[in-house]
């Protein structure tokens, strides 16, 4: 898309902002309707697109894409009366008489850049609740998945007023060109790398942002773990979109004494899971492009395969796959973005914190064990954006929780009254009345005065 037509949807926006400033909460919740009947009406297409970029299944689109955005929104229709309410605080007796409130305001324009592994789900939840917050929404969803890209700005197009919320397809260009614009918040997902280029166009302007990243999120498993149901969730959780997941479990580190009964039960998890030829199971998702394909496989040799490794080109699929790892691996180095699951073991718990901790912070940590001393020494010595215990990746899919994670993981959180506090700005208000006005504060001052103020504030 040209800089011309990018301009013109931003000054559409402005003047829809100027005359809307406060978007009623009867039209946000209006606006949400629409969007979720005409997300119902358009999943054909939606599941046809997600097939298309990454050979997903429909009932995995539906779990991961569709019906997490659906969730969002019911969420969001039910409490937007109640979040956009002012809120009550107490005010000191020294500001006698007033009422305090926070008004929760839309920041104005927010721009939402998305990424190409959940294309639909990480593009629609940020949007979901930056709509519910009164906010006008230019949303850049990715290049890499052109055709889950297309369809979102048909639904758009189709549910928004172009003031509302627009769309802007391309690439790199148009993404450069956005950030050099004035917005009134950002919300990007994506990789650390384009996530420290957004922080530094947003610093020109000011602009508050929500950065939703990566990182190497460790599963960790004991040797008090329940080893089956370990390997039945981690399976679950790490190739899922074929390892394309933020969240993945990116590797195990397990308790030596535990290693082959768990090599052998997630052996028999992914057989039970995706079959004896995931590669030839038509519900088993695809590498996205032929570069991710490359980088994935280039992972996998004689020396530390363990199970699976077959890869086929034409498919761009790759089998869910163990590799017997230390942490000096290539595949250790890089956040693992595809079905390749290293496993490295420790000798006590205390060793793996310790080299969880010489690591960047992570987006999640997964900890399978029965022993509450060793799950909470985990939770309350290593940092990290969230995680579970005795499970992988659900805790995303919980309103109550928010999601995000922690320096180079990201900055901010979303979902839930999370996610539309994100989107609001808390404006602070004191409403005092005129009867009556305390004279301490005013000159010329005298002992009393100080007297008063030394009594007030203590
Ligand atoms: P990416 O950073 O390459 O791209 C994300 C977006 O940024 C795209 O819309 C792209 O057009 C734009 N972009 C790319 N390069 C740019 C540049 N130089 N300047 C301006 N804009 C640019 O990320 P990706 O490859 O699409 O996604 C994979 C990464 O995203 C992984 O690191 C993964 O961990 C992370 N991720 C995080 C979450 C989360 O919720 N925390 C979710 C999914 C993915």
Known sequence: MDNQSILEKIDTQRKFLDENPMLDYKKRIDALKLLYKNIKLMSGDIYDALKKDLNKSETETYMAEIGMVLNEISYMIKHIRSFSRPQRVATPLAQFHSKSYKMPCAYGMVLIISPWNYPFMLALEPMVDAIAAGNSVILKPSEISPNVSDVIAKLISKTFDKGHVDTVLGGVEECTFLLDQDFDYIFYTGSTRVGEIVMKKAAEHFTPVTLEMGGKSPCVVDETANISLAAKRIVFGKFLNAGQTCVAPDYILCDKKIKDKLVEELERQIVLQYSVDPIKNDAYPKMINKKQFDAMSKFITDENLIFGGKIDEESLKIEPTLLNSTFDDDVMKIEIFGPILPII????????????????????????????????????????????????????????????????????????????????????????????????????????????IKMFLR
């Open 345 to 452: 073991t420790f000798d006590d718990i205390d060793e793996a914190i310790a080299k969880i901790n010489s690591l960047s912070k992570p987006l999640a940590l997964y900890i399978f064990s029965s022993s509450k001393t060793n799950q909470n020494k985990v939770l309350n010595r290593c940092q990290f954006g969230g995680g579970c215990i005795n499970d992988t990746i659900i805790h995303i899919a919980t309103p109550n929780l928010g999601f995000g994670g922690l320096k180079q993981s990201g900055i901010g959180a979303y979902h839930g009254k999370i996610g539309f506090d994100t989107f609001t700005h808390y404006k602070s208000i004191v409403d005092k009345k005129t009867w009556l006005d305390l004279p301490m504060r005013y000159q010329p001052y005298n002992k009393f005065k100080q007297f008063l």
